[in-house]
């Protein structure tokens, strides 16, 4: 599929989905508190407005640069945040009402249940309440978005490491998303902060960027400066295929990053080494038979009595490269949820979310993103540099 279907594509679906949600939001807020006239056309134009924030500034960034669409950006997403958010606690509380009048009906106080002037009430207290919390979230979740990035350190135990590599350090960054919400200057500081922790080896596991080159080369161009004396080594994530793969591809490389797309490579010290392999995005193939993940291809034929490292995006490629006898897998996309309670989400197409986790002989850590997607927003996890020390 073109990136112009994919993305009308995906215009399309958000777009009607968007819609759905303002509207449930317009009933619960506008139509079931009974607002007077001014107070009712005011939210309804808000809500509109507001619903149109998100399309529109997919279109904005489309057609202006990076840096005249990033405030539009930066106001639709936060939206998103507090909609989702919104729509949730509304959901909640309608299904504690069912629940409520199911069983005031069984108790014979159905009649009582339906008096309007007590709907009205309860609809106003509740929407009051819901903003009140709504308010609350987003307030924390904004202030955890612009927290330092934590550095989490853990010791990496892989079976069969050669002695020569117990201490190695690999540094893995992930799901930066530039040109969404993370600026030239947000990068630049997490590169200082990244070469700060004198990293043998780092790996970035896709979705650096959100856009094209065009746009966005200036804004990643500090990931260059990205030190370590084994090399920088990158696998495609599902944005770098919405954001034009090839071009982001031969300007990675430009840099002095390996991009490894299928295949493996070999990290030496002294008279010993470990492979390290890269496979592309579990989504790639749906831009081509060519781009498609390939298991095959990187992993057969390694010395089986060797550690095997593997690099991909999407955590769900464990379960391949547990057959062939990979020690451990780097993935990210998850952002750990980002976002409570949308976090249980994530697990109808995902089942790792973060953290360390064995499936049969292989280990699998899984980074919470380095940056942040679409909203600006964390509840529940945090931004996200890794240091494995391998023992």
Not at 73 to 80: Q, R
Not at 337 to 345: E, K
Request: aromatic fraction near 12%.
């Amino acid at each position: 599929m073109s990136k112009t279907l994919t993305f009308i594509l995906f215009f399309s679906i958000g777009t009607l989905i968007v819609a759905a949600i303002h509207y449930y939001l317009w009933v619960r807020i506008v139509k079931d508190t009974c607002l007077s006239d001014t107070f009712r056309h005011i939210g309804t134009y808000l809500l509109i407005t507001l619903a149109l924030s998100f399309p529109a500034s997919l279109v904005i960034s489309r057609l202006f640069s990076y840096k005249y669409s990033y405030i539009a950006l930066w106001i639709a997403y936060l939206w998103i945040g507090i909609m989702m958010l919104l729509f949730c606690l509304f959901l909640f509380t309608d299904i504690v009402k069912v629940l409520f009048f199911i069983f005031a009906k069984f108790a014979g106080n159905s009649e009582e249940m339906m008096n309007l002037e007590r709907r009205e009430f309860i609809s106003r207290s509740v929407v009051s309440g819901v903003s009140v919390l709504v308010l609350a979230a987003t307030g924390l979740g904004v202030k955890n978005y612009f927290a330092n990035v934590i550095v989490k350190k853990l010791d990496m135990l892989l079976t069969g490491l050669p002695e020569v590599f117990k201490g190695f350090k690999i540094v893995q960054i992930s799901d930066l998303h530039i040109g969404q919400l993370m600026t030239g200057p947000m990068l630049k500081e997490i590169v200082d902060r990244v070469n700060s922790l004198k990293p043998d080896l780092i790996a970035i596991t896709g979705d650096l960027v959100d856009g094209s080159t065009y746009k966005l080369l200036n804004e990643v161009a500090s990931i260059k400066d990205l030190k370590a004396e084994k090399g920088v080594y990158f696998v495609t994530g599902n944005h770098e295929y919405y954001s034009g793969v090839e071009d982001w591809t031969l300007e990675i490389e430009k840099m002095g990053i390996k991009v490894l797309k299928n295949e493996s490579v070999i990290i030496k010290q002294k008279d010993d080494f470990f492979y390290l392999s890269g496979v592309t995005d579990h989504e790639a193939k749906r831009f081509g038979k060519e781009h498609a993940a390939d298991f095959k291809k990187a992993l057969s034929g390694l010395k089986k009595n060797k550690t095997q490292i593997l690099l991909a995006h999407q955590p769900i490629a464990v379960r391949e490269a547990s057959e062939y006898g990979v020690d451990l897998v780097l993935a990210g996309h998850t952002h750990g949820g980002q976002i409570w309670p949308f976090n249980y989400l994530v697990y109808l197409q995902q089942p790792y979310l973060k953290g360390l986790y064995q499936y049969k002989g292989t280990k699998l850590y899984v980074n919470q993103g380095t940056g942040c997607w679409g909203p600006p927003m964390r509840l529940g996890s945090f931004n996200e540099i890794t240091e494995i020390i391998l023992t």
